[in-house]
Every structure is written in structure tokens, then in C-alpha cells.
């Protein structure tokens, strides 16, 4: 069964970091660009980084950058997004996805979210 399961969000303060993980099961998401999206309550989803299957390269969107490391362990068939310097503007549901076609490309399989609150 093809599933992405993410992890790792939770609550917690201002400046404190957090490390999202994005585990692949049925498939070998080394295959596959992938990417982190977040939707926070009242807005639309919208794009935080981005791993390339190919090179490994990396994006990430101008409000994350500088604080926020996506990274993959192919052995472990994971993806994580290390988040630090977390701001409250940063709350939202996180998700990942597969980009089969690569980095910017339409998504085609989801995870179910995992959810991150920065709150003092």
C-alpha cells in the first residue's frame, strides 16, 4: 500500500525548532522529488521547500528561507523538514507530497498532515 505518514509537528513557543519527518511505505520515495506544504486555518495551502530526487537540490519559499532544512535519508525512505527559528505565522497544518515529475510539478501522492503551533 502506497502511503506517506507524516510526523514530528506539535506546540511550541517562539524561537524553539521542530523536525518534521515524511516517511514513505509501498515505494521508494528516493525516486521522487518531494515537497513540504502548509495550510494554516483560513488560507490556501502554499509551498515550503522542496527536495529534488535527482541532485538533491533544494527550494524553499522566501519566509522559510534561512531557517528551514528539508533533507532525505533514502535508507530510512524519509524525508524531513527541520524547522527553527519557529514565528507564530509559521502555524499551520504541514504536509508532504510526491512530485513525480519533479520540484514544482503537480503533486500526486499526499500524506495526512501533521500540525504545528507556535504559540507563547
Known amino acids: 500500500q502506497v502511503q506517506l505518514v507524516e510526523s514530528g509537528g506539535g506546540l511550541v513557543q517562539p524561537g524553539w525548532s521542530l523536525r518534521l519527518s515524511c516517511a514513505a511505505s509501498?515505494?521508494?520515495?528516493?525516486?521522487?522529488?518531494v515537497s513540504w506544504f502548509r495550510q494554516a486555518p483560513g488560507k490556501e495551502r502554499g509551498g515550503v521547500s522542496c527536495?529534488?530526487?535527482?541532485?538533491?537540490?533544494?527550494t524553499y519559499g522566501d519566509s522559510v528561507k534561512g531557517r528551514f532544512t528539508i533533507s532525505r535519508d533514502n535508507a530510512k525512505n524519509t524525508v524531513y523538514l527541520q524547522m527553527n527559528s519557529l514565528k507564530p505565522e509559521d502555524t499551520a497544518l504541514y504536509y508532504c507530497?510526491?512530485?513525480?515529475?519533479?520540484?514544482?510539478?503537480?503533486?500526486?501522492?499526499w500524506g495526512q498532515g501533521t500540525q504545528v503551533t507556535v504559540s507563547s
Open positions: 507530497a510526491t512530485e513525480p515529475r519533479g520540484c514544482g510539478t503537480v503533486p500526486e501522492f
Open positions: 509501498g515505494f521508494s520515495l528516493d525516486l521522487y522529488a
Open positions: 527536495i529534488s530526487s535527482s541532485d538533491g537540490s533544494t
